[in-house]
């Protein structure tokens, strides 16, 4: 292809086809693949969360286990908020009438798997202890205490 003589073949009023001039592929048309499934841990924690945002249902899944105890969630237990250092999905491990509740939050990051239906992530998790007391003099001060754990896995693609 000529292209030394293009810019006097424009003056001329000539139009080209678009077959004519060749085109470099664009970066925008790369593939964006969201994860639908977690499967995080922290050995030395003995926690270990798995998180799906849809399953065969439809609703969101969540799996918590603390060394021997194995908490389920689903669907409305389950609590996302996008913010802009990612998606915090949050659940209440237990909770009291005159005490408070504990909850853990995962911090969901940003990822493209791009070609691939799997990728390495690591992030973290927040067990927050929400103090609460039916005495209002207790209610004085700091009323909740974060536990941050690293957590390491992986970040998949599952169709349901």
């Known amino acids: ?23 470099m592929p664009s970066h925008a048309e790369e593939t964006f693949k969201v994860p639908t499934s977690y499967e995080l841990q922290n050995k030395q924690q003995q926690l270990k969360v798995t998180y799906s945002t849809t399953s065969f249902t439809g609703e969101p899944r969540l799996q918590y286990q603390k060394g021997r105890q194995i908490l389920q969630f689903t669907g409305d237990e389950i ?31 940003a990822v493209n798997l791009g070609n691939s239906n799997e990728a ?21 001060g700091q009323r909740q205490i974060y536990r941050v754990t690293p957590l390491f896995g992986t970040a998949q693609a599952l169709v349901f």
């Open 79 to 109: 609590r996302t908020t996008d913010t802009e250092i990612g998606t915090l999905v949050t659940v209440t491990l237990s909770k009291t009438v005159d005490t408070g509740s504990t909850t853990f939050s995962l911090l969901i990051p």
């Open 120 to 140: 390495p992530i690591e992030t973290k998790g927040i067990t927050t202890e929400n103090r609460f007391s039916t005495i209002p003099a207790f209610n004085q």
């Open 1 to 23: 292809m000529q292209t030394k003589y293009l810019a006097s073949i424009l003056t001329l009023g000539v139009t080209l086809s678009a077959s004519a001039i060749p085109v």
